[in-house]
Structures are given as structure tokens and as C-alpha cells.
């Protein structure tokens, strides 16, 4: 990787603008580019084509009302933005969901985290131009949105979950359609490994590449593969416990480097473990009902609240200022993908503008969740 700085450009500088209608960007972001020939020199994300006003639409729907703009945030991790609502809400009032429903969640969640992984993986190895991983993704991330459709009745804008529980109980063609799969992506890993992991062209195009070290990576507020990638455990899961989570057995990958094929490295691993905490669950499963009666409208105690999980891009937060009434007096998220993308400010100067789609990807951001 080159080590040239704008300090030592001179001329030939000119600007390009990487969006915001690009297929790389995956979303309506625009990357306003200074070049010196194939060098970045400055790099400035411009956000908000797509802003759609989430937030500020909560302050005039009832708390029941605003549970399908959850998924709309990130359509790619829209289970979990669900579930991470429904709980911070429970949290506010004091609701109680059965063991049950606890456990069908985070069996829903952790399929919706490997399905999102699947979807980065292909889309990444498509824009560095490998075609076959991406059919092969697709094709592992198509029987996790038929198990999911079977309980949501969605593929992609979950509003499954609900105050007190979820929406509908899984059976055990569901139980038994997600064990299938688990063994089906088990026997998957030596097929990825062999197409991507070895691939030695893919090692060049992405190893110290885009490095997002430790101190990057805290000063810019990143969370999920990308911080973990630099070698830091932070996993909202393991450090600040929800749902079942804290009854389940799984690990937290961390890499060394910080670079591209560390984040391609951790989010494999991410998705071993969730097969891990997938399995648990269905072994753990209680009977029992599946949501605990709860009012019409929920009317939460004055208060400022604030809840953390992990989605699969990193930390999501709701905070929540309540008035007492049925409807969120102010409704703020924080999302993952906006710290990891303003790293581009300081990872891309320097490169080669051939490594930014490469630097770009490998970061997984989800433009909706910044334009909400």
C-alpha cells in the first residue's frame, strides 16, 4: 500500500464523484474524491439522500405504531432493529416476556445476523469482482428468508417481534428447517474457504488494506466486525447482556491487523458463532406461552431511557425520552454504520482510488440506517 500523503502532491489533482448513484456504494451515499492521478488525497462522505425522518415520525405514532419503522432503519438487520425496539420499550414499562419468546428471539435475531453476513459477503466479492461467491451466498442466505417468512410472514422488514413476546409461534417444521440450515452452512465453510479465504487474488486485494486500527476505530465511535477487527472484544451482547444472551455459550472474534481481510475474517467467524447460539436456543427451547398480555396502548413512566444491542453491523442504541403519554416524546437511534463510515476520512488518504470500493465494502455500512 502506498505510503504517499497530500502533503507531497504538487498537481495533477483533480475530483471525482463516487455516487450517489453507484452500484459499490449499495445505497444513495456520494463519496466526494480529491485524486492526484490514482491517488486519494481527501475523501468527504456526503450523507442524506435518502432521509427519510424515522425518528421524528415516532413523536406522532403510539409506540405500537411506529414497530414496522424498526426494520425499515436497516432492512439487512431488520429483526434484530425490531427486537432492540421491543425491548427498550419493555424496558420502559416494566413488561415481562416469556421465557419463550426470549428464546425465539434470539434464534430469529442470529438467523438475521448470518443472513446480513451472507449478504455482505456476496455483494463484497461481487464488487471485487468475484462472481461465483456471490451465488453461493445468496443461495445460503435464501433458506434463512423462507424460515423467517414461515413466522414473520416478511423476508427483509421484520415486524415480528412485540411488546410482552413475538407475533406468532415457531412449530417444528421451523424448528426443524433451522437445523437443517445449520448443518447445510457447517458444511458450506470448506466450499467459502476455498473460493474466498485462499483465493490469492482476494489475500492482495484485501490484506493491509484499509486499515482501521485500534485508535481509529475508538475515536471515530466504531462498533461491531469493524472494531473487533482491530482487536478489540466489544460485543453488546457479551458486555452489556439482553434477552438470553447471558445464558448461551458462544465467543467473540477478534483480529489483529484492522484490515479488509481481517473484517472478511471476522464476520465468517460472526457467523459460526451465531450458528452456535442458534443451536443452543433450540436446545434450550421452553414451552409455554409466547407473550404476556400488555395494554392496548403502552403509556411509559416519565422518564430518559436507553437501551444497547448488537445488530450486525455493531452497537444499536434506542433512546427514548418518555412524557407519560402513548406516544415516544423524543425518539433517538444510535446507529453503527455512521461512525465506521466517517473512518473513511482518514483510512483512504494515501491508497489507491482502486483499493476505495475495496476499503468501502469491507467496512458494511447500510445507507438507510444513517438516512433514517
Given amino acids: 500500500?502506498?505510503?504517499?500523503?497530500?502533503?507531497?502532491?504538487?498537481?495533477?489533482?483533480?475530483?471525482?464523484?463516487?455516487?450517489?448513484?453507484?452500484?459499490?456504494?449499495?445505497?444513495?451515499?456520494?463519496?466526494?474524491?480529491?485524486l492526484d492521478g490514482e491517488y486519494v488525497m481527501e475523501v468527504d462522505p456526503i450523507i442524506g439522500y435518502g432521509h427519510r425522518g424515522h425518528e421524528k415520525m415516532a413523536e406522532s405514532h403510539f409506540y405500537e405504531q411506529f414497530l414496522p419503522n424498526t426494520p425499515r432503519m436497516d432492512y439487512?438487520?431488520?429483526?434484530?432493529?425490531?427486537?432492540?425496539?421491543?425491548?427498550?420499550?419493555?424496558?420502559?414499562?416494566?413488561?415481562?416476556?416469556?421465557?419463550?419468546?426470549e428464546y425465539i428471539r434470539v434464534v430469529c435475531a442470529e438467523l438475521n445476523r448470518v443472513a446480513s453476513h451472507l449478504?455482505?459477503?456476496?455483494?463484497?466479492?461481487?464488487?471485487?469482482?468475484?462472481?461465483?461467491?456471490?451465488?453461493?451466498?445468496?443461495?445460503?442466505?435464501?433458506?434463512?428468508?423462507?424460515?423467517?417468512?414461515?413466522?414473520?410472514?416478511?423476508?427483509?422488514?421484520?415486524?415480528?417481534?412485540?411488546?410482552?413476546?413475538?407475533?406468532?409461534?415457531?412449530?417444528?417444521?421451523?424448528?426443524?428447517?433451522?437445523?437443517?440450515?445449520?448443518?447445510?452452512?457447517r458444511g458450506r465453510w470448506k466450499d467459502y474457504n476455498n473460493l474466498v479465504t485462499k483465493n490469492v487474488i482476494f489475500i492482495h486485494r484485501t490484506r493491509d488494506v484499509g486499515v482501521i486500527d485500534k485508535d481509529i476505530a475508538l475515536r471515530f465511535g466504531c462498533t461491531g466486525p469493524v472494531l473487533r477487527a482491530a482487536g478489540v472484544p466489544y460485543d453488546v451482547r457479551r458486555v452489556e447482556p439482553y434477552s438470553v444472551y447471558s445464558e448461551l455459550d458462544f465467543e467473540i472474534p477478534t483480529g489483529v491487523n484492522g484490515d479488509a481481510l481481517d473484517r472478511y475474517m471476522i464476520r465468517l467467524r460472526e457467523m459460526e458463532?451465531?450458528?452456535?447460539?442458534?443451536?443452543?436456543?433450540?436446545?434450550?427451547?421452553?414451552?409455554?406461552?409466547?407473550?404476556?398480555?400488555?395494554?392496548?396502548?403502552?403509556?411509559?413512566?416519565?422518564g430518559d431511557y436507553y437501551f444497547a444491542a448488537e445488530s450486525a453491523r455493531g452497537a444499536l442504541g434506542y433512546y427514548i425520552v418518555s412524557d407519560g403519554s402513548e406516544y415516544p416524546y423524543r425518539l433517538k437511534v444510535r446507529v453503527p454504520s455512521y461512525g465506521n463510515l466517517q473512518t473513511l476520512t482518514e483510512?483512504?488518504?494515501?491508497?489507491?482510488?482502486?483499493?476505495?470500493?475495496?476499503?468501502?465494502?469491507?467496512?458494511?455500512?447500510?445507507?438507510?440506517?444513517?438516512?433514517?
Avoid at 20 to 29: A, E, F, K
Wanted: aromatic share 8%; hydrophobic share 40%.
Fill in 1 to 34: 500500500m502506498s505510503t504517499r500523503t497530500p502533503e507531497t502532491v504538487t498537481e495533477h489533482t483533480f475530483y471525482l464523484n463516487l455516487g450517489p448513484q453507484h452500484p459499490s456504494t449499495h445505497g444513495v451515499l456520494r463519496l466526494f474524491v480529491k
Fill in 76 to 101: 439487512l438487520s431488520g429483526m434484530l432493529f425490531n427486537h432492540a425496539y421491543v425491548a427498550a420499550v419493555e424496558k420502559m414499562t416494566g413488561i415481562k416476556p416469556p421465557p419463550r419468546a
Fill in 119 to 185: 449478504m455482505w459477503l456476496g455483494a463484497y466479492l461481487m464488487d471485487l469482482g468475484g462472481v461465483t461467491p456471490f451465488f453461493y451466498a445468496f443461495d445460503d442466505r435464501e433458506n434463512i428468508l423462507d424460515i423467517l417468512d414461515r413466522v414473520s410472514g416478511s423476508r427483509l422488514t421484520y415486524n415480528y417481534c412485540r411488546f410482552g413476546g413475538v407475533a406468532r409461534d415457531v412449530d417444528d417444521t421451523f424448528i426443524g428447517a433451522t437445523r437443517d440450515f445449520i448443518k447445510r452452512l
Fill in 273 to 302: 458463532q451465531s450458528l452456535r447460539i442458534i443451536e443452543q436456543a433450540l436446545d434450550r427451547l421452553p414451552g409455554g406461552p409466547i407473550r404476556t398480555p400488555t395494554p392496548n396502548k403502552v403509556r411509559p413512566p416519565k
Fill in 347 to 372: 483510512v483512504l488518504p494515501g491508497t489507491l482510488v482502486a483499493d476505495t470500493i475495496c476499503i468501502l465494502g469491507s467496512i458494511d455500512i447500510v445507507v438507510p440506517e444513517i438516512d433514517r
